[in-house]
Every structure is written in C-alpha cells, then in structure tokens.
C-alpha cells in the first residue's frame, strides 16, 4: 500500500524556518512527480510547490516563491518543504502528495498524506 | 499563473438531485485538469482526471466535460455521501498549478 508520512510541523514565530519531511513507502519513489499542497483553517486547498520525478525541475506558487524549497532525496525515499522567512498566512496543514501516474512531467494527484499542521504565532 | 475561477462558492441540495459545478481556466489547459472531493478533516479524494476520466473506484454518478476553458463536474443523482467540498485543480506542465475555491455542497 501507498503511504505518505509527514512531520516537521509545529509552533513557529514569524520570521523563522521550520523544515517539513514525507516519507513513502509502497512505490517507487524515483517515479513519480511529488507536491505539497497546504490548507488555511477554514479555508480551500493551496497548491504549493511541486517537484519533477527525477528533480530536475521544481515549479512554487507565487506566496512562497523565494521563500520555500521543495527537495527530494530517493535514497531516503523522502519529500522536503523548506519554510523560510514564515508569516501568520503560512499557517495551515501541509500536505504531502504524489502524482498518479509515473514518470509524467504533470497529471492528478491520486494519493495524500495525512497533513501536518504549521502554526506561524508569536 | 493560471487562475481557476470555481462556482457556486456553496449549493444546496437534495438526495436525488442533479447538481453541477463550474470551473473556468484563464487560459487554456487542454484537458489537464482534475476534480477531488474532501470531507472535513480528511485529505481529498481524486473523482476526475484529463477532464472527464473517472477515476478508478469512482461511482458512475460522477461525470466530467470540458469545453474550451470551462470544466464542469456533474453529480447525476446526489447520495448522503455526496455532501462535501469539491476542488477543481489544473496541471498544466511546467508551470505553477492551481486549485479553484472550492464548491461546498449542502443538505438543502
């Protein structure tokens, strides 16, 4: 079975960083493009930032252009959000999610994991 | 970017009934373009893909269409189960990806 783990989520002040980690288990992760997608309490899915099968390309979103950082490393089978530079508007669960189909450059997301939660507070 | 303009923002509805949801892209997309369901506190769920392919385990009470930039998802019979939000989302390679607004549908 496909399964997607995040952590890394916590109480974070304005202003600092906080590293967000997916581990996958149950496919080949080298195959398959991968994103982050977040979601504001009380408010609609947020496409973040995604990252190509092989890493060679990496596509963000306007709000955290300059600031975030999608990685990946395929030996640890794991997905990275780096959070820099954090406001109140980056509060929200922070999903980690894989594409359907392999080796593609772009298509549906077909499995998520279970969201870890991002508090940007004072 | 590519902005997705989702609507209605909430519809009420009843078991039984016919409802449809609109999405439009700002530019075209071809047909990249797929429609998820969410409860509270859960992650989405993918129903459509390329437009109109079902998703596999999908019920067929769920369609697709497309034509030209407007995407639209159509329950043909409303089931308890329904009652959710949708998302529309583009992928549209090398570029950013989007989500619309989402449609929340109501018991009437």
């Known amino acids: 079975q496909v399964h997607l783990v995040e952590s890394g989520g916590g109480v974070v002040q304005p202003g600092r960083s906080l590293r967000l980690s997916c581990v996958v288990s149950?496919?080949?992760?080298?195959?398959?493009?991968m994103h982050w997608v977040r979601q504001a309490p009380g408010k609609g899915l947020e496409w973040v930032a995604g990252?190509?099968?092989?890493?060679?390309?990496?596509y963000y979103a306007d709000p955290v252009k300059g600031r975030f950082t999608i990685s990946r490393d395929t030996s640890k089978n794991t997905l990275f959000l780096q959070l820099n530079s954090l406001g109140a508007e980056d509060t929200a669960v922070y999903y980690c999610?894989?594409?359907?189909?392999?080796?593609?450059?772009?298509?549906?997301?077909?499995?998520w994991g279970q969201g870890t939660l991002v508090t940007v507070s004072s | 970017d590519i902005q997705m303009t989702q609507s209605p923002s909430t519809l009420s509805a009843s078991v039984g009934d016919r409802v449809t949801i609109t999405c439009r892209a700002s530019q075209s997309i071809s047909s990249w373009l797929a429609w998820y369901q969410q409860k509270p506190g859960k992650a989405p769920k993918l129903l459509i893909y390329d437009a109109s392919t079902l998703e596999s385990g999908v019920p067929s009470r769920f369609s697709g269409s497309v034509s030209g930039t407007e995407f639209a998802l159509t329950i043909t019979s409303l089931q308890p189960d329904d009652f959710a939000t949708y998302y529309c989302?583009?992928?549209?390679?090398?570029?950013?990806?989007?989500f619309g607004q989402g449609t929340k549908v109501e018991i009437k």
């Open positions: 990252i190509f099968y092989d890493g060679r390309n990496k």
């Open positions: 149950g496919f080949t992760f080298s195959n398959y493009g």
């Open positions: 999610a894989k594409q359907k189909l392999p080796l593609a450059t772009a298509g549906p997301i077909n499995y």
């Open positions: 989302q583009q992928y549209n390679s090398y570029s950013p990806w989007t």
